[in-house]
C-alpha cells in the first residue's frame, strides 16, 4: 500500500526555520509538492519538484522555502526559512505516482509566532 509520512512540523518563532521531510513508499512517484492550509482558509499550494529536481514555488515562499527530493529514499523535504507568522498552517505532503495516482499526507502543523 501507499503510505506517506511527514515529520518535522511544530513552533518556532518568527525569522526561525523548519525541515519537514515526507517519507514516502509502496509505489513509484513522479511530481511531489507542499500544500498549506490555514484557519478559515482554502488549501493552496506551497512548492512542487519534478522527476529530476526542479521546483516551482509559490510567490508567497520564493526566496525562503526550498523544497528538495532524494530519490534514492524516496523522500521529499521542505527547508522553511526566515518564517513568518502568516506561513502557520497545516502542512500537507503531496506526491503523485507515475501512473497518475494521487497522495496526502497526514498533514503536520507548522506555527510560527510573533
Known amino acids: 500500500q501507499v503510505q506517506l509520512v511527514e515529520s518535522g512540523g511544530g513552533l518556532v518563532q518568527a525569522g526561525g526555520s523548519l525541515r519537514l521531510s515526507c517519507a514516502a513508499s509502496?509505489?513509484?512517484?513522479?511530481?511531489m509538492g507542499w500544500y498549506r492550509q490555514a484557519p478559515g482558509k482554502q488549501r493552496e499550494l506551497v512548492a512542487t519538484i519534478t522527476t529530476v529536481g526542479s521546483p516551482n514555488y509559490a510567490d508567497s515562499v520564493k526566496g525562503r522555502f526550498t523544497i528538495s527530493r532524494d530519490n534514492a529514499k524516496n523522500t521529499m523535504y521542505l527547508e522553511m526559512n526566515s518564517l513568518k507568522p502568516e506561513d502557520t498552517a497545516v502542512y500537507y505532503c503531496?506526491?503523485?505516482?507515475?501512473?497518475?495516482?494521487?497522495?496526502w499526507g497526514q498533514g503536520t502543523q507548522v506555527t510560527v509566532s510573533s
Open positions: 503531496k506526491m503523485t505516482s507515475i501512473f497518475r495516482a494521487e497522495y
Open positions: 509502496g509505489t513509484i512517484f513522479s511530481t
